[in-house]
């Protein structure tokens, strides 16, 4: 990226639209029968927080989340959890419907859907059957 040239933060239009992003995202997940399990009905705010704080430093944003959490270690955060191709996918539909009713520019979307759709394998932790 030369130098003035925008992020993917600015351009999608900073914070605003990564706590939009997660808002409707775990809207999502706190109704899916796969997922809502998987976080505790008391911290879904705090996890809804992490998550916006985590994609507003990965696009190009302020560093918040490594400033409050330290480095994000994906893998090891998640080890936790029983992921497999279920819970990869229940994830990856809460995400998109997340996504596609963005406020943003249809390129946008498919960075960010290409992006969740790599992230979202890369967190399974459970071979399938």
């Known amino acids: 990226m030369s130098m003035g040239e925008a ?10 639209t990564f706590k939009e992003l997660t808002k409707r ?3 999502k997940v706190s109704v899916n029968p796969i997922l809502k399990p998987m976080y505790p ?3 879904m705010a705090g996890a809804e927080e992490r998550l916006a704080l985590f994609l507003e430093q990965y696009w190009g944003g302020p560093s918040t989340y490594s400033q409050v959490r330290g480095h994000p270690r994906l893998r090891m955060r998640h080890a936790p959890f ?9 994830w990856l539909e809460c995400m998109h419907g997340a996504v596609i009713d ?3 520019a249809e390129e946008l979307k498919e960075e960010l859907w290409t992006y969740f ?3 979202a394998h890369s967190m399974k932790n459970q071979p399938d059957n």
């Open 41 to 43: 009905a008391d911290d």
């Open 82 to 90: 029983h992921i497999a191709t279920p819970e990869h996918d229940a």
């Open 25 to 27: 995202f775990y809207q």
């Open 102 to 104: 963005l406020e943003i």
């Open 117 to 119: 759709q790599y992230a």
């Open 7 to 16: 992020t993917f933060y600015e351009r999608a239009g900073g914070s605003a």
